[in-house]
T-cell receptor, first 114, second 113 residues
Framework: AQSVTQPDIHITVSEGASLELRCNYSYGATPYLFWYVQSPGQGLQLLLKYFSGDTLVQGIKGFEAEFKRSQSSFNLRKPSVHWSDAAEYFCAVGRGNQGGKLIFGQGTELSVKP | DSGVTQTPKHLITATGQRVTLRCSPRSGDLSVYWYQQSLDQGLQFLIQYYNGEERAKGNILERFSAQQFPDLHSELNLSSLELGDSALYFC????????????FGPGTRLTVL
């Protein structure tokens, strides 16, 4: 069955420290991969996406993610976290032959210490 | 602001009742998606419409139904409501029908008492 795993439910980092959020997927073919962020009381905002090509993708707000086919991973990184990055982060996968259906991970809540 | 609008923002109702959630996609987008977000199930895909036709279906309950109208707005109808239907319901839209960037609305928070 198709699935997305975000192993870390909650992560706390200090402001200015680097960040890596993990995402692993289980899919039968090369998936389309997304990272979304959700602030409290808000909808989901797209940070970045991978469809094909360069496996290192750049997104908004200084985020980047790397697709590693051999590890079935799509980890999100940021070199220096800001207090405003505190939010919940969701990894999602989709496949073109299933319409636009996205399967989401359980999310990782990020807290930022001053 | 994603350009996707959802109404109402909050909805409180009783068990057994029926409600309708409304979504207007971004201008030019042909696909509309509905997702349910709850504490125990996380974010679950319910259904997708593309240009008025059903394109993909997730684990949507038989008590739930959706449609997309000629002006491309969509409605999600939830009937015979149960306590467990309390959740945040998101609508998203995208330009096309396949794997595509989805833009999410702010959600409708449904509380069933």
């Amino acid at each position: 069955a198709q699935s997305v795993t975000q192993p870390d439910i909650h992560i706390t980092v200090s402001e200015g420290a680097s960040l890596e959020l993990r995402c692993n997927y289980s899919y039968g073919a090369t998936p389309y991969l997304f990272w979304y962020v959700q602030s409290p009381g808000q909808g989901l905002q797209l940070l970045l996406k991978y469809f094909s090509g360069d496996t290192l993708v750049q997104g908004i707000k200084g985020f980047e993610a790397e697709f590693k086919r051999s590890q079935s991973s799509f980890n999100l990184r940021k070199p220096s976290v800001h207090w405003s990055d505190a939010a919940e982060y969701f990894c999602a996968v989709g496949r073109g032959n299933q319409g636009g259906k996205l399967i989401f991970g359980q999310g990782t809540e990020l807290s930022v210490k001053p | 602001d994603s350009g996707v609008t959802q109404t109402p923002k909050h909805l409180i109702t009783a068990t057994g009742q029926r409600v309708t959630l409304r979504c207007s996609p971004r201008s030019g987008d042909l696909s509309v998606y509905w997702y349910q977000q709850s504490l125990d199930q996380g974010l679950q895909f319910l259904i997708q419409y593309y240009n008025g036709e059903e394109r993909a279906k997730g684990n949507i309950l038989e008590r739930f139904s959706a449609q997309q109208f000629p002006d491309l707005h969509s409605e999600l109808n939830l009937s015979s409501l149960e306590l467990g239907d309390s959740a945040l319901y998101f609508c998203a839209s995208s330009p096309y029908g396949g794997a595509d960037t989805q833009y999410f609305g702010p959600g409708t928070r449904l509380t069933v008492l």
